[in-house]
T-cell receptor, first 110, second 112 residues
Framework: GQQVMQIPQYQHVQEGEDFTTYCNSS?????IQWYKQRPGGHPVFLIQ?????EVKKQKRLTFQFGEAKKNSSLHITATQTTDVGTYFC??????????FGTGTSLTVIP | DGGITQSPKYLFRKEGQNVTLSCEQN?????MYWYRQDPGQGLRLIYY???????QKGDIAEGYSVSREKKESFPLTVTSAQKNPTAFYLC???????????FGNGTRLTVT
């Protein structure tokens, strides 16, 4: 069945260090979305990638969609304490269902 | 302000009882979804509805039921047949299949 895996599951960084989470799908995706969930909160949409090889930036966040549309990454440059939370990717398969990754929980140590 | 309202925030039930979680949206979105979140497992799709009076099973629909009688409302019933109902339940809506999901604040259900 459809699987979307994310690594790592947990990441602790010192404030100012960079952070990357990777998302891998067992099947080709139509598009991929990224969400952030603060502790105790609900997921909030960050960005959507549609094209093969697409790269998008939001301030210190850089999102990439793989050439084969099976993987994606989120990179945060110079983390801040406000970046704390769990980051989820969600891939849309050919059946038009979103499958969420397992999430990467980011802790930023001041 | 437009958004999705889930109620209640916390819910406690005894084993063997059915319980209904409320989800209302005023975003005029056609599609609505129910997800279950367990620690370390991400979000898993229970049911989704793309239009009024129609809904589809997700990956983990067993032990759950839904209805979509109005565009604004998509209640989820957790039945006594659900083997492990204690979890955080999230309702979401979107304008279409390809649009971002807007989530409610969630309901944390504890069954003892």
């Amino acid at each position: 069945g459809q699987q979307v895996m994310q690594i790592p599951q947990y990441q602790h960084v010192q404030e100012g260090e960079d952070f990357t989470t990777y998302c891998n799908s067992s099947t080709t995706l139509s598009n991929i979305q990224w969400y952030k969930q603060r502790p105790g909160g609900h997921p909030v949409f960050l960005i959507q990638l549609v094209k093969s090889g697409e790269v998008k930036k939001q301030k210190r966040l850089t999102f990439q969609f793989g050439e084969a549309k099976k993987n994606s990454s989120l990179h945060i440059t110079a983390t801040q304490t406000t970046d704390v939370g769990t980051y989820f990717c969600a891939g849309l398969n050919t059946g038009n269902q979103f499958y969420f990754g397992t999430g990467t929980s980011l802790t930023v140590i001041p | 302000d437009g958004g999705i309202t889930q109620s209640p925030k916390y819910l406690f039930r005894k084993e063997g009882q059915n319980v209904t979680l409320s989800c209302e949206q005023n975003l005029n979105h056609d599609a609505m979804y129910w997800y279950r979140q367990d620690p370390g497992q991400g979000l898993r799709l229970i049911y989704y509805s793309q239009i009024v009076n129609d809904f589809q099973k997700g990956d983990i629909a067993e032990g759950y039921s839904v209805s979509r009688e109005k565009k604004e409302s998509f209640p989820l019933t957790v039945t006594s047949a659900q083997k492990n109902p204690t979890a955080f339940y999230l309702c979401a809506s979107s304008m279409s299949d390809l649009s971002p999901l807007h989530f409610g604040n969630g309901t944390r259900l504890t069954v003892t």
